[in-house]
């Protein structure tokens, strides 16, 4: 059990390193089009020294390790496989995704989630290939720091972790939480379920840092498309996360309490940023106020004296013809 339990430890923490920069890449295709938040409410960031400090550090090591890493997984492992172990990575994940959509009071996610893993772990062969999706399950986000986000945990500093990289305080709270739910429940279980749970972890410990190494180049583009790279990677960062917890909140019936509804524009104070990141979960209600229509045209003033109103008749090309008879004409 020692041996494993330590395996996990070592694991959990290039998982989630790799996870990060993953996250964090999704959008470097778009980078030009960032700006730095930096007057919107909740962006604030008042460790911003200490965090540039440890980015710098964590950059050395990207470059050092995880890139070099990322370049050899890319250029050796064939895109099939590296499909079929993203697929095996969510499907490991499915049972916390599960347990935080109940956590939120998001029964339809948490009935998707079930689904999709069931449906996976059979037809999928153990997860290896992402048959739910196929069948219009699509896979649904859920963490401890997103439940904690919808329970009234809304503001939270933004924070760099040495090799983990950008999160923020709750949602570092809520990874170490899930670390120690695992372990917790590893040293519960019974002997026989006990070993299959370690078989299962030490396959996510491995899979998991494999999962988002062909993403990492993502990461790479963003970091050389940056003339401040810090602020760009948080920019990004945080509006990603943001679009995750605000579709949490509005799914939950969490939000039908008083002093928990969705105050999702009082939060952020400003559009989003980029229109790479931009999701029907993020368009402001003004945007389909009547008073941005277009103006309706005024209709033309009613003919006076013997003019007649034209008279519509049908060609051939299936076109309507307005032909105006002059008065007297038969």
Known sequence: MIPSTVIKLRGASAAVLVAILSACASHGQNQSQFQTPRDARGSADNMEKLNRSVLERNQQFYHAVVYPTAKIYRDTVPEPARESIDAFTANLNEPFVFANNILQLRFPAATTTLGRFLINSTFGIGGLIDVASTEGLARQTG?????????????????????????????????????????????????SAATAANYVGAAGTVASPLA???????????????????????????????????????????????????????????????????????????????????????????????????????????????????????
């Open 143 to 191: 963490d401890f720091g997103q439940t904690l986000y919808v329970w009234g945990i809304r503001d939270s500093e933004y924070l760099v972790m040495p090799v983990v990289g950008p999160t923020n305080m709750r949602d570092a709270i809520g990874n170490g939480v899930e670390l120690a739910a695992q372990l917790f429940v590893g040293t519960t279980l019974p002997t």
């Open 212 to 330: 988002s190494l062909s993403k990492v180049e993502q990461m790479q583009e963003l970091e050389k498309g940056s003339l401040d790279f810090y602020a760009m990677l948080r920019s990004v960062v945080q509006q990603k996360r943001q679009v995750e917890l605000r579709e949490a909140l509005r799914e939950s019936l969490v939000s039908d309490l008083p002093g928990l509804e969705d105050r999702s524009g009082e939060e952020v104070g400003s559009p989003l940023i980029s229109p790479a990141l931009s999701s029907p979960a993020l368009e402001s209600p003004a945007l389909s106020s009547p008073a941005l229509e277009a103006p309706v045209p005024p209709s033309p003033p009613a003919p006076t004296g013997d003019t007649k109103q034209p008279e519509a008749q049908s060609s051939d090309a299936g076109r309507t013809l307005a032909i105006e008879r002059q008065p007297g004409t038969p």
